[in-house]
């Protein structure tokens, strides 16, 4: 597992990424591993998307307007 | 690494019409049967009313255009949408079919103070599985502080009498609470509230600072540090609760963290994300409340007319083009300098404009207070749970690098 960063300032950016791994971890436990692997691929897949598939990926906004109550946020997590 | 290319890519997908429009609000009318204390509508007192040549060339136009992908959300609000008849909404209904031709999978839904509700708006409701968003600010004393009627009494009664019809009829809806200084010393009251009426998703607008509401009651440290408190408070009662209030702001970011993307965008400042189109049938997009603004500099921001101009002419009108550059030049400096950008992606013109004055600049208390004490809030709270306390962190004033997100 990606050693945790102590005693250091880390940005929103890397709270999040690092609650993201553990928290994922956390919802599987026994399958630990296939969640580290399954990071490092989808990290190396990003790094290797046509420019088209990330201008659409990435440009589609994903936080509403205060008067947007109705999307598709939903937490899938248990 | 493609993290710098991704950095031009945006703002050149920003500038070249590159966007699929998520989100049409349509003001059917401007007048509200209500006359709460922050609204930010000039207009609401004024009966005025889209016609159907209007409305039909809305369709006709959005539906041609290049901006509709394969689903589109159409919220009814700016104005009570329940002030016109059933019948006018059949209508609209049956013309957003005649028009869709690519058969774009549609989803209306109302922003309603569900003052008006009746049991044949919940048929109606039913039978076009409209979605329901019901205005409401927690407990009476809370909720009739602000949203009255125009005898200054206070919408309470009424409110819970719509949504009592909603619940009778196995309608499901969400709701929006309008946050002040009121609301966040009663965490437990008004999570208690919520918590009793099970709405699908509740949204915390805390009071802002727009249009023709001058001034806001949590805009001041004080109150910002009480909301932050409040948010904590209402995660803890949460936490213990079997049946927890689901809260719009929370699970956003939630939701980046179970599935990163590398940018957040924010439907506000994207142009045409979101079209708005007021009863006249002028179009605007970015903020939803520019739409019935008016400011000394800008004047208005109707981009153009559905009877007169095409959607795509939108970035062929001078204004657009430069309060557009205004604003991704905001989005730029926030970039530059604010901690929270990965979260947010640039915050909202709207709050920009009248908080500081001007598109191109940072950072709003609408900021601190719709984004960044919600992130603070939710990342602590996660941190307790998850990271044992010696590799915590205090909060970081750094700005936020790009590449620390993707771990090499």
Redesign the interface.
């Known amino acids: 597992m ?1 050693p ?3 005693a ?13 791994v ?3 971890l ?1 919802d599987s436990p026994e399958d630990q591993d296939a969640m580290v692997a399954r990071e490092k691929q989808r ?1 190396a897949e ?2 290797t ?1 046509s ?1 088209t598939e ?2 659409w ?15 598709n ?5 248990d | ?2 993290l710098g ?2 950095r031009e ?2 703002f050149a ?2 500038l070249n019409n ?3 429009t ?2 049409v ?1 349509i003001q059917a009318t401007s007048l509200c049967n209500i006359n709460c204390r922050y609204c930010y509508l000039p207009d609401r007192a004024a009966a005025r009313r889209i016609s159907p040549q209007i409305l039909e060339q809305i369709f006709k136009a959005l539906f041609a255009s290049s901006f509709i992908a394969d689903e589109i ?1 159409f ?1 009814w ?1 700016a104005g009570e949408p329940l002030v016109l008849p059933i019948s006018f909404y059949e209508q609209a209904f049956q013309l957003q079919e005649r028009w869709n031709v690519k058969q774009v999978h549609i ?1 209306n ?1 109302f ?1 309603t103070n569900a003052t008006l509700i009746t049991q044949k708006w919940c048929q109606f409701f039913k039978t076009h599985n409209v ?1 329901v ?1 019901v205005s409401i600010d927690g407990p009476q004393h809370i909720h009739d502080a602000n949203r009255v009627n125009r005898g200054g009494k206070g919408t309470f009664a009424r409110t819970m009498r719509g949504i009592e019809l909603l619940r009778h009829n196995n309608i499901p809806y ?3 609470a309008v946050i002040t200084s009121s609301s966040v010393g009663q965490a437990e009251l008004f999570w208690q509230f919520f918590s009793e009426l099970s709405p699908l ?1 509740l ?1 915390l ?1 805390p009071e ?1 600072v727009e249009g023709i509401n001058a001034s806001s009651s949590l805009h001041t440290e004080e109150n910002i540090q009480r909301y932050k408190e409040f948010l904590k408070h209402l995660l803890t009662l949460n936490e213990q609760a079997a049946r927890p209030v ?1 809260i ?1 702001e929370f ?2 970011l ?5 599935e ?9 400042n ?1 142009p045409m ?2 079209i708005n189109f007021d009863c006249d049938g002028n179009f605007s997009t970015f ?2 409340e520019l739409l019935t603004m008016t400011h000394p500099e800008y004047g208005d921001f109707r981009f153009g007319n559905i009877l007169e101009n095409s959607l795509e002419e939108i970035y062929d009108n001078p204004k657009f083009q430069y309060i557009q550059e205004q604003i991704q030049q905001g989005i730029r400096e926030c970039e530059k300098t604010c ?2 950008f ?4 640039g915050g ?1 013109p709207s709050n920009k404009l009248y908080e500081n004055g001007t598109f191109n600049s940072t950072e709003t208390r609408a900021c601190r207070l ?1 984004i960044q004490t919600p ?1 603070e809030v939710l ?1 602590e709270h ?2 307790e749970k ?2 044992p306390p ?2 915590r ?2 909060v ?7 590449k ?4 090499e």
């Open positions: 990606e945790i960063k102590s250091q300032k880390f940005s929103i950016a890397e709270r999040i990424h690092r609650l993201h553990l928290m994922n956390a990290s990003e790094a998307k420019e990330l201008e990926r990435n440009i589609e906004p994903t936080r509403g307007c205060i008067w947007e109550n109705f999307g946020y939903v937490l899938h997590a | 690494m493609h290319k991704f890519l945006r997908c920003r590159k966007m699929h998520q989100l609000i959300l919220l609000h989803v839904a922003q979605h968003g969400t709701a929006i998703r949204g607008n802002e689901l719009r699970e956003e939630a939701h980046q963290i179970y990163p993307r590398p940018f957040t965008y924010m439907q506000t994207v994300a979101i903020s939803p901690a929270y990965s979260v947010c992606g909202s719709q992130t990342l996660l941190e998850y990271i010696s590799s962190t205090p970081s004033s750094n700005p936020v690098t790009i620390s997100y993707t771990k």
